[in-house]
Antibody, heavy 122, light 110 residues
Framework: EVQLVESGGGLVQPGGSLRLSCAAS????????MNWVRQAPGKGLEWVGR??????????EFAASVQGRFTISRDESKKSVYLQMNSLKTEDTAVYFC?????????????WGQGTLVTVSS | QSVLTQPPSASGTPGQRVTISCSGS????????VYWYQQLPGTAPKLLIY???ERPSGVPDRFSGSKSGTSASLAISGLRSDDEADYYC???????????FGGGTRLTVL
């Protein structure tokens, strides 16, 4: 059974930094694209970014709204993916979900974590 | 403002058939697959439909998807009270080089 468990959320001031973690189990991991998707309170889903698989050199891609402020890394030995968030803004307040992408050439997020809440406020 | 457009709400009575629309453009739905997600209150989204009309294992055949041009639809037949949830469409957008979502449709079972 695939499990994704996020951690690291919390309250941070505008301009601050935070690192989220997502630990995976029941997956190959090195063959998986791992994504971050967020949901602001009472709002819809927004894709944040992803790291591709080993075959694609674990390259990363980001939404324009976070490009240059957020980075994604992964630790294969721990089957974990990380979202480093810098220069945080109040509009980054959201529940952040880690999601494992399938193989259908599109945003088929087959597995999701429970989410972790990030609140950016002074 | 979401890239994909969905009606904010939909409703139906138990046993009815309801459809939820999703409108996009040539850079997303027009040339890429459409995906649908169900989000029950307080939970993470769940993949409901992939590649326009395919269901992951475990998703009942009451749920079906279709696509035509730059629009797509999710149909739910034999509506049940536990179908009450938010539904989101998604597609890859070639212009934005990333996935985009609809704003979500809240389905109420009356």
């Amino acid at each position: 059974e695939v499990q994704l468990v996020e951690s690291g959320g919390g309250l941070v001031q505008p301009g601050g930094s935070l690192r989220l973690s997502c630990a995976a189990s029941g997956v190959s991991f090195s063959d998986d694209y791992m994504n971050w998707v967020r949901q602001a309170p009472g709002k819809g889903l927004e894709w944040v970014g992803r790291t591709k698989d080993k075959a694609n050199s674990y390259s990363t891609e980001f939404a324009a709204s976070v490009q240059g402020r957020f980075t994604i890394s992964r630790d294969e030995s721990k089957k974990s993916v990380y979202l480093q968030m810098n220069s945080l803004k109040t509009e980054d307040t959201a529940v952040y979900f880690c999601a494992r992408e399938g193989y259908s050439s599109g945003p088929d997020f087959e597995n999701w974590g429970q989410g972790t809440l990030v609140t950016v406020s002074s | 403002q979401s890239v994909l457009t969905q009606p904010p709400s939909a409703s139906g009575t138990p046993g009815q058939r309801v459809t939820i629309s999703c409108s996009g453009s040539s850079s997303n739905i027009g040339r890429n697959y459409v995906y649908w997600y169900q989000q029950l209150p307080g939970t993470a989204p769940k993949l409901l439909i992939y590649r326009n009309n395919e269901r992951p294992s475990g998703v009942p055949d009451r749920f079906s998807g279709s696509k035509s041009g730059t629009s797509a639809s999710l149909a739910i037949s034999g509506l049940r009270s536990d179908d009450e949830a938010d539904y989101y469409c998604a597609a890859w957008d070639d212009s934005l080089s990333g996935p985009v979502f609809g704003g979500g449709t809240r389905l109420t079972v009356l």
